[in-house]
């Protein structure tokens, strides 16, 4: 069942991926045959001028297919946007990669793109056949592709069996198909491998600095906590035991009161100690695993929570920490400043990542710059070279989706 699930799983996400790409493929098109008549009209002289404008044209598509391709199967980077000389485009490399994947992507992604979506199309027809096949006359035949003649409900019932087919090919052919459909994207609109080089140290540098930044607040957070609480209660035990050690020869039984409290005081350290240390690595993410210390987070909210965790294997230890502490901090969120009812958290693996999602229905408008905690939550997660997205219109809902690398 689990099986069934997942690949029921990947062809909805796979479909959801085809139409992204069909709507690519249709600007791709109309970008091919602008540049087309551009190249065309180059010829005669007269088509200099359109050449810039021809140029932002195919860079704002190969754009939009980067940040499509991003949002499925990891980061591909934007390249540079200075501008390129008419002269000499051609021979910029990213510009001949990209009038590559363009006549490639106007063709095959629109292709894999139709077939992506008719298989599904064709599955509800077929399957719901015996519903309304009385509708028509039965000199019509069936729509689609059935050619034999309908003449009752058996017949009808076996375009049913037609669209079991037909979706079962949907299941099976789809995902397959969403790559192909962007294979070509994957190849030609990554960035040259110098550039993409560059582009890696920088960012690299960035979530090198963020996870300073990071550490250096987690440090200052620590050490806030230890001397605002568990220090002053050392200190009260210090001075109870010093006080109980000077009654002990005047009044034995206030000696005796003095340590008692002197005992509260330390068991109090000691929880805050705990929680301290709990704020460093959860102890219940190696008791009950991710799924089990999501779960007693989701319990103990104060907004009803609605969790679902599909994480077949365990990750990284740190990759779990990261995605407890973003939960937890979100949650906190949501209790704190959004005025929800109730909020949704999602937690799934996928290829080499795991995805977090938190939303709620609350009044929306976060903002990071009001210092919510989402400050933290970014920098804690690209920290581990993950990405963050904040979606939270006025009005809501709210929606926080990270993608956090953990391995194959």
């Known amino acids: ?55 932002r044209m195919l860079r704002s598509v190969a754009d939009r297919e980067r940040a499509r391709l991003s949002r499925w199967d990891g980061p591909l980077p934007e390249v540079g946007r200075s501008p390129v000389d008419r002269r000499t485009a051609l021979r910029d490399p990213v510009v001949r990669r990209e009038l590559g994947w363009v006549a490639l992507h106007a063709v095959l992604g629109l292709g894999t793109g139709l077939l992506g979506l008719a298989l599904p199309l064709y599955a509800a027809q077929d399957l719901t056949f015996p519903l309304w096949f009385r509708l028509l006359r039965p000199e019509d035949g069936a729509p689609g592709l059935v050619w034999w003649r309908i003449d009752g409900l058996p017949d009808a019932v076996l375009v049913g069996l037609v669209g079991v087919a037909w979706l079962v090919a949907a299941v099976v052919c789809g995902p397959a198909l969403a790559r192909v459909q962007a294979r070509p994207g994957r190849w030609l609109l990554a960035p040259p491998p110098g550039v993409d080089l560059s582009l890696r140290v920088a960012e690299l540098t960035a979530t090198r600095a963020a996870a300073l930044d990071a550490h250096a607040v987690e440090l200052r957070r620590i050490e806030r906590s230890l001397h605002d609480g568990t220090q002053n209660r050392l200190v009260a035990v210090n001075v109870l035991l010093g006080a109980a050690r000077r009654a002990v020869r005047r009044d034995p039984t206030r000696a005796d009161e003095i340590l008692e409290r002197a005992q509260d005081a330390a068991e109090q350290a000691l929880g805050e100690l705990r929680t301290v240390v709990r704020g460093i690595l959860p102890p219940v993410l190696d008791d009950r695993g991710l799924a089990g210390a999501l779960a007693g987070l989701a319990g103990g909210c104060a907004v009803p929570c609605r969790l679902t965790v599909d994480v077949p294997v365990r990750c990284a230890v740190a990759v779990e920490a990261t995605a407890y502490f973003v939960v937890a901090e979100a949650l906190t969120n949501v209790v704190r400043h959004s005025g929800a009812g109730a909020v949704d958290v999602a937690v799934r693996r996928e290829r080499d990542r795991l995805l977090v999602t ?51």
């Open 358 to 408: 938190v939303s709620d229905d609350g009044h929306g408008d976060a903002d990071e710059a009001r210092g919510s905690g989402l400050t933290g939550i970014r920098r804690r997660v690209e920290a581990y070279d993950g990405r963050m997205t904040l979606t939270s219109p006025p009005g809501g809902p709210t929606r926080m989706h990270v993608e956090l690398p953990c391995g194959s």
């Open 1 to 55: 069942m689990g099986y069934v699930r997942r690949r029921v799983r990947a062809s909805v996400d796979a479909l959801e991926h085809l139409v992204g790409g069909l709507g690519t493929a249709l600007l791709a098109l109309g970008a091919l045959i602008w540049l087309i008549v551009v190249a065309a009209a180059c010829l005669v002289g007269v088509g200099l001028l359109l050449v810039p404008g021809a140029l």
